[in-house]
């Protein structure tokens, strides 16, 4: 979960509940999602917390994806490194 404000900073859009997961007992016991006898579904799939996560991701993914396609991707106003080391100020007047 650390590596995403990392990634915001190079430019990546973070969706809300990108960080969801399941948080099951650490250590030896079964993974999300292993088959375990008897059991009638896998381990971590009737859990409440990581499927409502999931869901609220899944539709902040669509909603970006939508967005950023309606729109043609995202604007490189203001993101313009060379442009900025140029002197502009993207709409501020440069002070100097």
């Known amino acids: 979960m650390t ?3 990392p990634l915001s ?8 509940q990108a960080n969801y997961g399941w948080i099951g007992e650490a250590g030896p016991d079964p993974s999300y999602g292993d088959d375990i006898d008897g059991q009638s579904t896998p381990v971590g799939f009737d859990n409440e917390f990581t499927q409502r996560n ?6 902040s993914l669509m909603y970006m994806a ?15 490194e060379e442009a900025w080391k140029a002197g ?9």
């Open 3 to 5: 590596i995403l404000y």
């Open 9 to 16: 900073h190079l430019g990546y859009t973070i969706s809300p």
């Open 54 to 59: 999931a869901i609220i991701m899944t539709w």
């Open 66 to 80: 939508r967005m950023l396609k309606d729109a043609g991707s995202l604007p490189n106003h203001g993101n313009d």
């Open 88 to 96: 502009c100020r993207f709409d501020y007047e440069n002070p100097e």
